[in-house]
Structures are given as C-alpha cells and as structure tokens.
C-alpha cells in the first residue's frame, strides 16, 4: 500500500497526516502552547492513599493531581502492605494518559522509555517480543540476539523489542538501548536532585514521537513543510534511521492544501461519514461509549430482477463498506474506549463471517491495542480500543455555547411557549409596557407560525408587548423588562 506522512511545522503548531492511498486515515495535532503530558516523568508527592480502591493520588505539581493504581506501581503485590504507599512519600511516576476535562492524567511507576527498536523498562527486568511480529523464526532470532547483548543485566533493565525491530541488526539494537539507557542515568539524576513535585523527563516533541512510532519501510515519502520541523526530524533520522534519510523531502509551503488535509479534518469532525456506495455512518461520541451506526442511504438495491436478490447483496456490499470506512473513521478520529459499531442485519451467517474478516483486516492496520467480538444477532460489533491521546473532536472543539454541549437546541415554537410562560408572570403587575427581546429565529416564528402564541400573550395584558430582534442573543435565550407607568 502506498503510505506517506506529511508533516507541518509553524510557529505556534505541529500538524502530521498519515495517507494511504492517497486518503488521509491518521492525524496528529499539537499545539505548541499546550504540549500533551503523555510520556512525561514527575518526581511526585503523595497526596492521598485510598487503599480500599487500591489507588493513590498524586501531586505532580501540575492542574490536576495524576491518578495511580496500586497494582501498576512497579513491583506492586497486592497481597504485600509494603506496596501501599505513605501520604507525603516522593515517588518517580510517568504520565501513561492524558487527563479530561474533570479527570486527572492517569500515572504509573511502570516506567518505559520508547525507541525506534526498544522500549526500555528500567524498573521492570523483563524481556518482551512484540506481538505484532509474528513470523517465529524472527521471534527466535530477537530473542536470541537481546538475550546475547545484554543476558543477566534484563534482569535489572529490561526491554521490550518493538515491532519496528523486524529485520534490525544486533548493532541496532545495542547502540538503541545504550541510548535509551543512558537517558534513563540522567533522569534518575535529576530527581534525586530536585525536590517533589517537579518534571524530571519531557516527551519528544510530535514529530519525532511520531515518526518514531509510525515512520518506517512501508512509507514512500515523508514531506514535511517547516524549517525548524525539518531540522528536527532531519536530525533524529540521521541518529536513528540514516536508512531512511532518502524519503526525507522538504516540501514547499501550502503541503496541507495541495493534499486538501484540512478539507479531510473538517470531514471527520462531522457526525456523519459517506460510503461509496451511497450509503453513510452515522457516529455519536458518548460518555460511556462510541456509536457507529450503519445506514444504506439511497442504495437499496431497487435495479435488479425481484428484488431479493439484490437487497441481500445491497447490504453486503454496504456493510463491507462500513466497517472498512468505520475503521478509517476510528483510527482518523483517535476513538477509544467501548465502541459498537450498528450494521445492517444480514440474515445470512456466511454473509456476516464475510463481513467479520474485512473488519478485523482493517483493524489489522490500526497500531492501537484492541479487542473486538463477533458479530451479535442484532448486528453489533463490540470492540475496545486503547486511547492513546486526546481524540480529534476534543484536539480541535469545544462545547457549543448555544446547546451547551447537549448537540441539540430547543425548537422555536418550544421557546415561543417558554416565551408565553414568562410573559404571563410579569401580567398583571401594574406596568406601562412589556418590552422583549429575542433572537430573530423566534421573532420570525411569532410572527408566522407561532402567532397564535403572540395573540395569547397580547391578550393577556392590558398594556402592549414590544418585540426586537437580537442577533446577539443564544437563540433559546430571551430578555423580558417590565417598563414602569409614569
């Protein structure tokens, strides 16, 4: 398949897009002001120890404290008193998720450093393979090979082989963890220098973390539009991946427009998204979980001789569609934690194991840990997908000030009665005259088809309502002022 990773770098933001075949399936934004957390290492202080919830929260000298669970602590036993931490105790803790809006960021004293080939795992002697890479002989191989460079010290400082590190040689793999090692020497030395809470290790900036993570063979270019984002970048492969040097291109500027980027972004922050044939998803972000509900659109199969035929293959067809488009949606928009994604009942099995194997192809390109279920009797596929950053929608939006993030706003003719309920209460108090103000929306319905709701209300006074226009009004808002007799 052909993949490129577009990279764009300006004063105030870092913006990367992931293409294959041409269409745009992953998106990484950072905001050069509001740098994520993830990653990160904080010499902390524990502020609260909730041993009943085997948790303790943390003070990372940050908004919010970092919330840990006792069994990620490194070495935790729950069956050992030792593991629970003491108030005020200083601890070394990474950031492993971002925080929400009303969550602190979750921590763990798991530590891992990530490379290219490794990741490090300073505090946990270990030695891990990759699942991904699945062929046995390279397993057997890697092993060998880690086993070989460093033997009784993964005993101490354990590692895990990424999957990047398919086909890498023992060179590569030692000159990594010694890298890797050596940042590990210098991190333990800042906090034993410095006091809790205090950062003691800053993540990679985005284009280096993702290049790190995603960046490798399987890309034909990597065009990047930004001279310090071509330094940086230019600079971390001649380190890491000198190999890769020759895909490296600077770009001239408007990269994102000549590839329509940002027409792609605009798409995927929509609730709905369009399959080929006609049909579209429909996707609503809950607090418990992800919809994806799966709808035939225009395309119902009408052209064929009886019908029957062409309906079971219309919604074969638009099912295939949908989880291919589905996982694309779901990888573009970052969405994670429970998702059920609503296809079209198929009354056939074979038609349903069809659908089943394109999915879990698709998912096969996703980097995230998932899991995900058969197909169900009612159509669901139930999956979980790790959450490894801020999703799109909460990178680039906020909550809508007119409906208050509820993604609806009352009817007119429903605020034309809320309307009537106030003016009535101000009745009878002895004033000169009503004076309202309402959006022009809610003007326009009393006005025409609402009137009969300003008829009721004109006579149930004896004195006149004046009603304005306000464009500046939230349009389920409106003002009414009691104008006092002379």
């Known amino acids: 398949m052909n993949r490129e990773l577009l990279v764009e770098g300006d004063p105030h933001q870092t913006r990367l897009a992931v293409l294959e075949a041409g269409r745009l399936v992953e998106f990484f934004v950072e905001r050069h002001r509001g740098r994520g957390l993830a990653g990160n290492m904080y010499k902390g202080r524990v502020r609260r120890v909730l041993p009943g919830m085997r948790a303790a929260f943390v003070d990372l ?65 270990r030695l891990g393979i990759s699942r991904r890479i699945e062929d046995p002989d390279e397993r057997t191989r890697l092993k060998t090979m880690a086993l070989e460079l460093w033997g009784d010290a993964l005993e101490e400082t354990g590692c895990i082989v990424r999957t990047a590190a398919a086909g890498a040689s023992a060179e590569d793999l030692a000159r990594e ?20 809470p205090a950062l003691v290790h800053q993540e990679e900036e985005l284009s280096v973390r993702v290049i790190r993570d995603h960046f490798g063979e399987d890309f034909g270019a990597l065009l990047v539009d ?32 000549r590839y329509r980027i940002d027409a792609g972004v605009d798409a995927a922050l929509e609730p709905k998204a369009p399959l080929p044939s006609g049909g ?34 219309t919604v074969l067809r638009t099912n295939l569609e949908a989880v291919a488009e589905a996982v694309r949606q779901i990888r573009l928009r970052d969405l994670s934690g429970i998702l059920v994604i609503d296809l079209i009942d198929m009354e056939r099995e074979e038609d349903r194991h069809t659908v089943f194997a394109r999915l879990e192809a698709e998912l096969q390109k996703d980097r995230a840990r998932k899991r995900v279920l058969e197909i169900s009797e009612f159509g669901l596929v139930q999956l979980t997908r790790q959450r490894r950053r801020e999703n799109l929608e909460r990178a680039l939006m906020g909550p809508c000030p007119t409906c208050r993030g509820r993604g609806r706003i009352k009817s007119v003719a429903t605020i034309c009665l809320e309307l009537r309920r106030s003016c009535l209460a101000h009745a ?33 006074f004896d004195v006149p309502i004046l009603l304005r226009a306000d464009p500046d009004l939230n349009r389920e808002h409106f003002v009414v002022t009691e104008i006092e007799g002379s």
């Not at 001279?227 to 492969?237: G, N």
């Not at 996707?283 to 309906?311: K, P």
């Not at 022009?440 to 004109?458: H, I, K, R, T, Y």
Request: proline residues 4%; charged residues 25%.
């Open 61 to 125: 000298g940050l908004d919010r404290d970092g919330y840990l669970y006792l069994e990620e602590m490194a070495g935790a036993d729950s069956e050992t008193p030792g593991a629970i931490p003491r108030r005020g105790e200083e601890v070394v803790v990474q950031i492993a998720r971002e925080g929400l809006a009303d969550k602190g960021p979750r921590i763990t004293t798991e530590i891992t450093l990530p490379g290219r080939y490794l990741v490090l795992t300073p505090l946990a002697g």
């Open 177 to 196: 963890y010694e890298v890797l090692a050596d940042v590990w020497r210098e991190i333990e030395g800042r906090a034993a220098a410095c006091a809790a």
């Open 226 to 257: 930004g001279a310090d984002a071509h330094r940086v970048i230019r600079e971390y492969l001649e380190r890491v991946q000198p190999e890769l040097l020759t895909r490296l291109e600077r770009s001239r500027r408007g990269l994102f427009d």
């Open 280 to 313: 579209h998803l429909v996707i609503n972000q809950t607090e418990a979980l992800v919809a994806i509900d799966v709808n035939s659109g225009r395309d119902v199969g009408a052209g064929a001789v009886g019908g029957i035929g062409s309906f079971r293959d």
């Open 428 to 460: 009878g108090r002895g004033c000169r005259q009503v004076a309202v103000r309402v959006h022009p929306a809610v003007l326009d319905g009393l006005n025409g088809p609402e009137s009969d709701v300003l008829d009721g209300m004109q006579g149930a």
